[in-house]
């Protein structure tokens, strides 16, 4: 129902930076939320961040709490993910996913792939 598309991954060393980006196609997103997700190689899907449109109200996994920071641009119909202080952990496929209120994650971008090197 709406398109999602991330950019922004890389190879980056321990300790440094990067910003995810994932554009949503449409022009309403009233009741809507966002969320950033990933999967590393034989592991389990994990939230990492979400965000609502409407109000900003933001929430983070554990693990990347105090690091990683959600952001979105409505005019831009973006999300962001700014990730510091990357670890070799936080490696894996980074998903953008969305839902209305009261749904399940139903809109799903391909994902990016994260690397980061010891």
């Known amino acids: 129902q709406v398109q999602l598309v991330e950019s922004g991954g890389g190879l980056v060393e321990a300790g440094g930076s990067l910003r995810l980006s994932c554009r949503a196609s449409g022009r309403t997103f009233s009741s809507y939320s966002m969320g950033w997700f990933r999967q590393a190689p034989g592991k389990e899907r994990e939230s990492v961040a979400t965000i609502t449109w409407t109000g900003g109200s933001t929430s983070y996994g554990d693990s990347v709490k105090g690091r990683f920071t959600i952001s979105r641009d409505k005019s831009k119909n973006t999300v962001y993910l700014q990730m510091n202080s990357l670890k070799p952990e936080d490696t894996a496929v980074y998903y953008c996913?969305?839902?209305?209120?009261?749904?399940?994650?139903?809109?799903w971008g391909p994902g990016t792939q994260v690397t980061v090197s010891s």
């Open positions: 996913a969305g839902r209305l209120f009261g749904s399940s994650w139903s809109d």
